[in-house]
């Protein structure tokens, strides 16, 4: 444990957070535990390995953070609260809306929420199809989402279907951010039809990790 508990620490230095308030990383700690535990009877992760979450989602989440717009945040299919909930921990003056339609997800976000005390974290359980956000929100976050629809599709398809959705939903035209894997690079060459059908103009940050040889990138999506 005291391991695993030094490499959260070496993480949380690497992102300049290892003097952010204690109050934070107490959180940050503290959700760990909740998720593990409800992870050995729900199943919650992909993964049983500390080790592996805090190097990859958590690494991930965190890095996140530098990129965001101050304010408020959607997170949408965020499943144990990656990125979301992680991120309000360190952004506890914004309102964080974590969305899922899962019911194991959505059972586990109001146990951390009721054990943690997070007083920044909404929860709404719907599917992403059917949401109706009427609130004003500064970004949406996207990390991993899919669904039978989206998983068959192109990337750029993809976006278009994923764009077209959070327009039809989210009020007003809050900025996407998409944390994926190399593809993001490829919209360096949009085709013209795809610059025309998503009415987006898109940006793309990389995410350096010291931890895995392939990186991660942070896509942008801005109405245009």
Not at 42 to 62: A, V
Not at 76 to 83: E, S, V
Not at 215 to 224: A, F, P, S, T
Request: with cysteine; net charge positive; hydrophobic share 40%.
């Amino acid at each position: 444990m005291s391991e695993k508990k030094n490499e959260l620490e070496d993480i949380l230095k690497s992102l300049d957070l290892v003097n952010c308030d204690k109050k934070s990383t107490k959180l940050l700690r503290g959700y760990m535990d909740l998720l593990f535990r409800w992870h050995e009877k729900n199943n919650i992760l992909s993964t049983r390995d500390r080790g592996y979450f805090i190097q990859r989602d958590l690494f991930d989440s965190l890095s996140m953070m530098e990129h965001l717009p101050i304010g408020d945040l959607l997170d949408i299919g965020t499943g144990a609260g990656i990125p979301g909930m992680l991120i309000s921990f360190f952004r506890p003056d914004a309102n964080i809306t974590l969305l899922d339609r899962r019911e194991n997800a959505i059972r586990f976000l109001e146990h951390a929420k009721l054990k943690l005390s997070l007083n920044n974290v909404s929860i709404i359980k719907s599917d992403v199809k059917k949401m109706n956000i009427q609130k004003t929100t500064d970004a949406v976050l996207i990390k991993n989402f899919s669904n039978k629809i989206i998983s068959k599709l192109s990337f750029e398809d993809k976006l278009i279907y994923i764009i077209k959705m959070i327009r039809e939903h989210v009020l007003g035209t809050p900025p996407i951010y998409m944390l994926t894997g190399s593809i993001a690079l490829s919209m360096d060459n949009q085709s013209e039809e795809f610059r025309r059908n998503s009415k987006s103009k898109f940006s793309v940050k990389k995410i350096d990790t010291p931890y895995f040889d392939t990186n991660r990138y942070m896509l942008v999506i801005e109405h245009d």
